[in-house]
């Protein structure tokens, strides 16, 4: 994902309110639902109920993890604190699998024990009312991802996305049960509900999992970070490019060949170059190059994917 350029501090500012949105619209939507449901007895909306509540939960954790995410690194952690983010994710989805289970403990018991739906009118109202707060929250929160790129709000926003069909399932399944007395209707939608929301949360586990267990960054951005690399006149091989990240900020590290005949300072100096380059692409990574004399044999490799190294034989380069 390309990203606008911004100051950190933009940055910052952007996630918090994303976050506070986040936060707010949860409450107003507990509210409304909390309403909807006393009068219509509905599986469904008690199910969007308890969604939202876990919004609520998910959205005050998410709203702390992105403060601690963005306090600066200090002796203890080298790194920052940017592994909070996909912690937080990983709790969320965490979170949603448990609500789905219990929604579908529910549904299936209502499948057994079905009732009318009173006031169905009503109920729909407030949903149409909490699906123009939701479709606000994510026009705003699509606009922090394409600045910031934020895995927590992408999360958030993955979830709420999902939630907008969610509830205009849940007014055709209220209207129906109520107007053609198909009661059965909203119990198996807060089934459908359930499969659904197992299915969003794997898709955010996957992320937050990769992120943790440090997984590279898509080939793409590696072959363009070592195109960078090479793009100055004095590199003349990459090889043991190794990415990774941690929230908002992303690590490369990568050696670098050279002529065998430049002084330390040259070397040094062109090595801060090549650095520069590609940090005009990548403003938050932290780059660390390590500088080889071409033809050098390599002993040791830090990619399992470089293959054996023969002592006195130069491999090439290789990423």
């Known amino acids: 994902m390309t990203l606008s350029p911004l100051v950190a501090s933009e940055v910052a500012r952007l996630k918090k309110a994303a976050t506070a949105a986040s936060l707010a619209t949860a409450t107003v939507m507990i ?12 599986i469904s909306v008690l199910t ?38 996909p912690l937080a994710v990983l709790a969320e989805a965490v979170f949603l699998f448990g609500v789905a289970i219990m929604i579908m403990i529910e549904a299936i018991d209502r499948l057994r024990h079905p009732h009318p739906i009173s006031h169905a009118e009503l109920g729909a109202w407030a949903m149409a009312a909490v699906i123009v707060l939701t479709i606000g929250l994510l026009l705003y929160q699509r606009h922090v991802i394409r600045k910031t790129g934020s895995l927590v709000v992408r999360a958030d926003a993955i979830h709420y996305a999902s939630d907008v069909m969610i509830h205009v399932g849940i007014i055709f399944s209220l209207l129906l049960s109520d107007l053609a007395g198909v009661f059965w209707v909203d119990s198996a ?40 690399a090479l793009s100055h006149p004095e590199v003349k091989g990459v090889h043991d490019l190794r990415t990774r990240s941690a929230g908002p900020q992303i690590f ?68």
Request: net charge negative.
């Open 31 to 42: 509210g409304l639902k909390v309403g909807a449901w006393a009068i219509t007895d509905s």
């Open 48 to 85: 969007s109920m308890m969604d939202s509540i876990l919004d609520f939960s998910v959205g005050l954790m998410n709203f702390v993890a992105v403060r601690k995410a963005l306090s600066p690194a200090n002796r203890f952690h080298r790194f920052g604190f940017g592994k909070v983010e």
């Open 189 to 228: 939608f807060a089934c459908g509900v359930a499969f659904y929301l197992v299915w969003s949360a794997r898709t955010i586990l996957s992320e937050s999992i990769g992120i943790l267990l440090d997984g590279e960054l898509p080939d793409t951005e590696r072959h363009k970070i070592r195109d960078l």
């Open 252 to 319: 490369i590290q990568l050696h670098v060949e050279m002529n065998p005949n430049l002084s330390l300072r040259d070397a040094h100096r062109y090595t801060e170059e090549a650095i520069d380059l590609i940090l005009a692409a990548y403003p938050d990574a932290e780059v660390q190059i390590h500088e080889e004399p071409v033809g050098m044999p390599r002993h040791r490799s830090w990619c399992a994917e470089a293959g054996p190294i023969i002592p006195g034989q130069y491999a090439g380069p290789k990423d």
